[in-house]
């Protein structure tokens, strides 16, 4: 085994010596041994992973209390200033839902845009309508459907931008915001941003919606008003709040009475004016059923029975689906709201060559003075005649009615082609 053993090691070391060729020194046998017994070498590890960067520490994130007060203490405005600022960024809480601890990042284009289109529809006068309860939204639906109701300047939303244009500013200089989002949303200070009419192609739009296409005998208040506003320019509160007992017959012509009262003389409504008025039931309204519906409510009280008050207003549960509703018309123009369908009214009267005070004693503006030119006796005649003149896109099948036999005209003597109607 010894033997055997040595052998071995006698073979290795002639190899290791072979390797080193001829002896050309003295030690050239004890590098042989060196080369036998030393370790082989470590074998080269290649990395074949990709090289992945080593993560960046968290960006800090700052709230915009944090980067307000770091403003306020670096530019050290006025008071009055600091005040101003502050109005604004209350009311961007108000409208967009944050709050003091928001990330700063929160203030971005959507919330900017939301900002813009929503604090140009609140009122000017806002302490009045917080000391009643209202929220910023209810503030805005009020303005929506209440076209004298003053919204604010954009001289007024311009100054809140500033507050928050400001604040922003300094904290992207501080490396405290990544970008500066309020750029782009100054208001006009012109009378560009007033409410706009529904042209032909908003109106087609309004009317291709879905809820038109319920069968007749199933329209309520979301069918009814805004056809009622177009082809009678009434506002929405007085078309949401009529009574069964304001729809009226004399001398054979149909039409809504508008007034603060009832028939016993109790005040249970409102008119903004405060002025009773009579305005006929335009022929396309009786074509599409409206005195079918008034038949089939008519033993009620109110003639939109399902409508609930909110704040004493009739309107307001309407007025919020009608602006939830804005996409669905593919209406972007934020001047246009329900309102909108009252100057619609008013230029289609214009389009009609109606006099302004006939226009004027329809709608119930101030200053109309027809019923001294014409005589009360006459008046509803004389608008029932003008009214009927005025024309809109709207293209809905007409119904056959109890009032308009199949469209036909109602004469004085409450007939239609020949049958004559119960009026009773």
């Not at 560009?192 to 009317?207: A, G, L």
């Not at 335009?282 to 029975?305: C, M, Q, S, T």
């Not at 909108?340 to 009214?345: D, E």
């Amino acid at each position: 085994m010894e033997a055997k053993f040595d052998a071995r090691i006698q073979k290795m070391f002639d190899e290791a010596s072979a390797k080193l060729g001829k002896p050309t020194s003295p030690d050239h046998f004890d590098l042989a041994l060196e080369k036998l017994f030393s370790a082989p070498p470590t074998p080269q590890v290649v990395n074949t992973q990709p090289n992945i960067p080593e993560p960046k520490p968290a960006k800090p994130r700052f709230t915009i209390k944090y980067v307000y007060d770091f403003y306020m203490t670096d530019a050290n405005p006025k008071d009055s200033t600091r005040e101003s600022w502050k109005t604004a960024w209350t009311t961007f809480f108000a409208i967009t839902g944050l709050n003091w601890n928001s990330d700063i990042e929160l203030v971005n284009e959507a919330n900017m845009m939301k900002f813009k289109f929503d604090g140009m529809r609140l009122p000017k006068f806002r302490r009045k309508y917080e000391n009643l309860g209202m929220s910023i939204q209810e503030m805005i639906d009020e303005c929506d459907v209440d076209d004298e109701i003053e919204t604010i300047k954009g001289k007024t939303f311009n100054q809140w931008l500033s507050g928050l244009s400001a604040v922003c500013k300094c904290a992207v200089r501080n490396r405290q915001l990544s970008r500066d989002n309020t750029t782009g949303f100054r208001m006009s200070e012109n009378d560009s941003d007033k409410r706009q009419p529904y042209d032909d192609d908003d109106i087609k739009s309004i009317f291709s919606h879905k809820v038109f296409k319920e069968p007749r005998e199933s329209w309520n208040e979301y069918q009814w008003i805004p056809l009622i506003a177009f082809y009678t320019g009434m506002r929405i509160e007085e078309i949401a709040q009529l009574l069964c007992e304001d729809i009226k017959q004399k001398n054979g012509v149909w039409y809504f009475r508008i007034s603060e009262r009832d028939d016993a003389g109790n005040v249970c409504k409102t008119v903004k004016t405060g002025e009773d008025r009579s305005i006929p039931i335009h022929n396309i309204l009786i074509e599409h059923g409206i005195l079918d519906y008034y038949e089939k409510v008519k033993a009620g009280k109110k003639f939109f029975p399902d409508i609930k008050i909110y704040r004493g207003r009739s309107s307001h549960y309407f007025s919020k689906w009608w602006g939830g509703q804005r996409d669905v018309f593919n209406i972007s123009d934020h001047r246009k709201v329900f309102h909108s369908i009252r100057h619609s009214f008013k230029d289609a009267c214009r389009n009609a060559m109606l006099d302004e005070e006939i226009h004027d004693k329809i709608t119930g503006h101030s200053g109309a003075s027809v019923g001294r030119d014409y005589g009360s006796g006459h008046l509803l005649r004389i608008l029932k005649e003008n009214i009927n003149k005025i024309e809109f896109p709207i293209d809905l099948p007409a119904q056959s009615s109890k009032g308009s036999g199949e469209g036909g005209e109602i004469s004085m003597l409450g007939e239609i082609k020949g049958r004559v109607i119960d009026l009773t």
